[in-house]
């Protein structure tokens, strides 16, 4: 009898999204050479390898705005890392509306099936192909 193919279990697609959707995010906002700029200090990185990650405002471990566009953009590793996020100047990046909206959203409990972790790895796999 054929072994059935294991599914993934729910941290490996969470992992896998967030891989994902971080490409998406610094590809997506990088220029025509590949470069994009940390939204907080105005470093220049390649996408790919060039010291840039994809920051969030409100921190991943809120479920609700961990993938939303919003509330993730480049960053470099000095201001995502080590200075915390730099989440004041992060703030006046977004404007204070759009910072209050995703305060208020990250607050609100989520739980993703995982199917529905399945849904957005293949949303966001798509979207990374089409810009690649």
Not at 1 to 15: E, F, G, H, N
Not at 41 to 59: E, L, T, V
Request: net charge positive.
């Amino acid at each position: 009898m054929p072994k059935t193919a294991k599914k993934p279990t729910r941290s490996k697609l969470i992992k896998k999204l967030d891989v994902i959707f971080s490409q998406y995010i610094r590809l997506s906002r990088s220029d025509k050479k590949g470069f994009c700029t940390c939204i907080t200090c105005g470093k220049k990185g390649h996408w790919k390898n060039g010291g840039i990650q994809a920051g969030h405002f409100m921190s991943r471990k809120h479920y609700s705005t961990r993938w939303n566009e919003d509330n993730v953009h480049p960053q470099c590793v000095a201001c995502n890392m080590f200075r915390s996020g730099e989440q004041y100047k992060y703030s006046i990046f977004l404007g204070t509306d759009k910072a209050n909206d995703l305060f208020l959203q990250s607050q609100k409990i989520v739980k993703f099936a995982n199917n529905e972790i399945e849904q957005m790895i293949a949303e966001y796999s798509e979207k990374l192909r089409k810009l690649t």
